[in-house]
């Protein structure tokens, strides 16, 4: 099938530690939530005042998507519009495929199948995002519907869109003493220079690396 097909590709392209597959509860909002504030990534509010609230921390240098990092690789240059980056589709892909290959040494890959919209609309769109990130597993339980349902209907045969992303700093050893070393074990992994965010239109795909947001 085309959703485990993507998610095998994932697992072998990025080598995690560990893969998870999202459900969408409250209980695994709630462990994943654990998870960033452990990171140092975020704090719990006052929860009389503002219950289930965080206020969470992100590396001054990734506070906005840039423009110059945002590609649509789209197979005209035309039609990726005056205003916009292009690549041709081909070569970015084979880019990113070389800066995925092992980012997820030492993380979790979340698999977070979800849909935009009412997941019975017919104007929902359907989508699984591969992210090695739990600050973005936890945001997109609160800006998609994600979850069972979605995978349901995924596993069910309508299309979907493969969203890949990564924070771009692996745990490994191999870099110990750099700047990457130290970065990969902050609050808020995150690579900036080599930071990229590619539509593929044809293909109806995502890739995003680099930055600690996965919502694009």
């Not at 980056?85 to 977070?112: H, S």
């Not at 690579?191 to 947001?213: A, L, M, T």
């Amino acid at each position: 099938r085309k959703a485990e097909a993507f998610i095998q590709m994932a697992q072998e392209l990025c080598s995690p530690e560990r893969v998870h597959l999202c459900t969408g509860t409250e209980e695994e909002f709630n462990k994943l939530m654990r998870t960033v504030v452990d990171s140092g990534a975020a704090e719990p509010l006052n929860a009389e005042k503002r219950p289930g609230s965080y206020v969470a921390w992100t590396d001054p240098e990734d506070v906005k998507r840039a423009e110059s990092d945002t590609f649509i690789c789209s197979e005209s240059q035309s039609d990726a519009g005056p205003t916009n980056n292009w690549v041709e589709p081909e070569t970015k892909k084979a880019e990113m495929m070389d800066l995925f290959r092992g980012c997820m040494q030492g993380r979790t890959m979340y698999v977070i199948p979800f849909s935009m919209g009412p997941v019975d609309s017919p104007l929902a769109k359907l989508g699984i995002e591969i992210t090695d990130s739990a600050y973005v597993a936890a945001s997109m339980r609160i800006m998609t519907r994600m979850g069972e349902q979605a995978w349901s209907k995924i596993q069910a045969g309508e299309e979907f869109v493969p969203c890949m992303h990564s924070v771009g700093q692996p745990l490994t050893e191999d870099n110990a003493g750099t700047e990457d070393y130290e970065k990969a074990r902050s609050f808020w992994p995150c690579n900036i220079k080599h930071r990229n965010v590619c539509h593929f239109p044809e293909s109806r795909e995502i890739w995003s690396y680099g930055s600690g947001y996965g919502g694009n």
